[in-house]
């Protein structure tokens, strides 16, 4: 299954990644400062939860990477060359 990671020390909610994304499982948080997976396209409960407690209440930087487990997500790396800010990768399956 693909992991879809993004790091939340670069990350600063531009959506870019969200905008490419062929099968929409990418948005920005709804304070528009993060972008995040959908919450129903994560199979990993504990990235969904790491979220919460550590980065989307945060205005600022936050030192977390956090390991989404996206079995939609068709590897095409379009969020990761969007991404001007490299704060989104793609670990293939």
């Known amino acids: 299954m ?4 993004y790091d939340y020390n670069k990350c600063t909610g531009d959506a ?5 994304c062929p099968v929409d499982i ?4 709804e304070n528009e400062r993060w972008c995040k997976p959908i919450d ?3 199979e990993n409960q504990e990235a969904i939860n790491q979220y919460y ?7 600022e930087q936050v030192d977390v990477i ?3 487990e996206m079995p939609e997500c068709v590897e095409c790396l379009s969020c990761e060359a969007a991404c001007p800010h490299e704060a989104i990768s793609i670990e293939p399956s």
């Open 2 to 5: 693909p992991l879809v990671i």
């Open 40 to 42: 129903d396209e994560v």
């Open 53 to 59: 407690d550590k980065v989307n209440d945060s205005e």
């Open 16 to 20: 870019s990644c969200a905008d490419v």
């Open 66 to 68: 956090i390991e989404n």
């Open 26 to 29: 990418l948005e920005g948080s």
